[in-house]
C-alpha cells in the first residue's frame, strides 16, 4: 500500500467497539473480513479495538459486533478464519499487482515508449513535431498556418472582446464552408520551442499510459473530444489564434490523475508532485506573467478530461445506490 493510499484508508477508518480478548478480537476481524468488511483490530489501553474501514459498512458491522459479543463461539464466527485467510492472499496479490503496475508519468521519453508501442500516441508526436516545423512555428508567411488554424484571420481576434462589436464575417466561417478539419488541427500547431518541446513530453508519457491501459481507440476518443471542446472554447474566449497541444494534455492528465485517485485498479495514476506541478503552471499561466498563453483550452481540457477519467466511477456509484 502506497502512503498516500495508507494515509486516505486511515482517515476513512472508524472504530466501533472494543473486545476484552484478543482470540476473540482476532476471530470477529476475521468474521468481518469474510464479510467483505474491510477491518483492523489494534490492542488499545482497555482491550483489543475494532476499526472498520469503510463507512458504508459501519452501521453493519455495529451489528455484527453486538451479535458476536452475544455469543462469540458460535460456529459462524470459528468457521470464518480460513475463508478470511484466502481474502487477505488474494488482496495481498492484488496489491502486488497494483504496485507492479502503478506509473507515475515523471518518466523518460524512452520510458514512455517501453514494451508495446503506443502507435497512436507515437503517431500524435510525430504529427505535431512535422506540421510545427512545416508551418515553421506559425509563422504567418507560410500557406500552411492559415490551413490550421480553427478560422482564418479576423479584423477583430476575441468573440469575448469585442462581445459588443459587430464583426464583419460569420464565427467559423471556414468550418461553414467544409473545412472542418480546423476544428481539431490547432492542436498540431505550435509557437515556439518550449511549447512544442513541453507539450510532447507530456503527451509522449500521458499518451501512452492511457493507449496502454484503455487501447487506441479510447485515447483517440479522449484526444478527439477533448481537443474539439478546449478548441472550441479557446476560439469562444480569445479568438482563431489558438495553438498547441496543451488542452489535450491537460485532458489526458486529468483523465489519469481521476483514474488512479478512484480507480487505481486500472493501473493508471500521477504522483502528488506531478499534480502539484500541473495545477501550479496553470495558474502561473493564467497571471499573464508568460505572455498569451490559451488558459481556456488548458481549463477546458483539464475539466473533460477529469470528467471523463471520473464518468466510470460515478456510474458505478449511482447503480450502487439504485440497488439500496
Known sequence: MSGSIACETLA???HIGSIQDGALAARFGDYLTALGVGNDVEQGASGFNVWVHDDDHLD???IELNAFQTDPTADRYQQASKAADRIRADDEKRQRSLRRNYVDVRTTWSGAFAGR??????????ASCSITLMANFADRR??????LWIDAPSPH??????IFRKWDR????????????????PIFLHLDWPHLIFNMLWLADLGAIIERRKGTAWLALVVLSTALASNLVQYWWDGPHGAGMSGVVYALFGYVWMKGKFQPQEGMAVGQQTVLIMIAWLFVCMTGLLGPIGNAAHVVGLLGGMA???????????KEMMKR
Do not use: C, F, N
Open 60 to 62: 453493519r458491522a455495529k
Open 12 to 14: 476513512r477508518m472508524r
Open 142 to 147: 507560410k500557406p500552411l498556418t492559415d490551413y
Open 157 to 162: 481576434e476575441s468573440l469575448m472582446r469585442d
Open 170 to 185: 460569420r464565427p467559423l466561417q471556414d468550418v461553414r464552408r467544409g473545412q472542418v478539419w480546423r476544428l481539431i488541427s
Open 308 to 318: 471523463l477519467g471520473h464518468a466510470q466511477y460515478s456510474w458505478k456509484r449511482v
Open 117 to 126: 508501442p503506443p502507435v497512436l500516441t507515437m503517431l500524435l508526436v510525430i
